[in-house]
């Protein structure tokens, strides 16, 4: 069946160092992969979207591309801040009522 | 912009008693989803709605149930709550349109059940 595989964080780094937070999935057909953010004390909000292989979604600094090949949508950041501190997570929809299979997470700590 | 509205945001029940989580959009979206998000796990679906007048079990329905009266509110309720139901709460909702839309979140309900 469709799943996302996230690696586990959390994932500590200082200011302005470069990030990759990896994520993988199992899908049938032709998925849309999303990630999304959550702040402390909020809740998710979309952060970039891909709908086909070789899309490359942006936002805020952050970039992920769709790899069919090698089934990926990696998120990456070249220079983090400490507000990028948050969870990140790593999504795909399925079928027609464009429901989402979520990964478990990936929490990530900017120190200055 | 409110967006999704979730009320109330916090709340402490006792083992066995009831409530309802209410949700609200004011976006127009078709549909509606309510997950619970526990440490380690991510977010899993409880139930969700293609519509008005329309309910489906997601992934961890079971002592949970749903309700879609107006198209812009989706209730959750909880009958005969239980320990193992604390947890965090959210609501979402996206619209009806081409190919898969992202979904847009409330802030989150945090119960505790004792």
Redesign the interface.
């Known amino acids: 069946g469709n799943s996302v595989t996230q690696m586990e964080g959390p994932v500590t780094l200082s200011e302005e160092a470069f990030l990759t937070i990896n994520c993988t999935y199992t899908a049938t057909g032709y ?2 992969l ?1 990630w999304y953010v959550q702040y402390p ?6 952060l970039l ?1 891909a ?1 086909k292989a070789d899309d490359k979604g942006s936002n805020k600094g952050f970039e992920a591309t769709y790899r069919k090949e090698t089934t990926s949508f990696h998120l990456e950041k070249g220079s983090v801040q400490v507000s990028d501190s948050a969870v990140y ?1 790593c999504a795909l ?1 399925r079928d027609s ?4 299979i ?4 990936t929490k990530l700590i900017i120190k200055p | 912009n409110a967006g999704v509205t979730q009320t109330p945001k916090f709340r402490v029940l006792k083992t066995g008693q009831s409530m309802t989580l209410l949700c609200a959009q004011d976006m127009n979206h078709e549909y509606m989803y309510w997950y619970r998000q526990d440490p380690g796990m991510g977010l899993r679906l409880i139930h969700y709605s293609v519509g008005e007048g329309t309910t489906a079990k997601g992934e961890v329905p079971d002592g949970y149930n749903v309700s879609r009266l107006k198209k812009q509110n989706f209730l959750l309720g909880l009958e005969s709550a239980a320990p193992s139901q604390t947890s965090v709460y959210f609501c979402a909702s996206s619209p009806l349109e081409n190919g898969p839309q992202p979904q847009h979140f409330g802030d989150g309900t945090r119960l505790s059940i004792l």
């Open positions: 998925p849309s999303f004390g909020e809740g998710l909000q979309l979207k709908t997570f929809s009522n464009y429901q989402l979520w990964g478990a997470g």
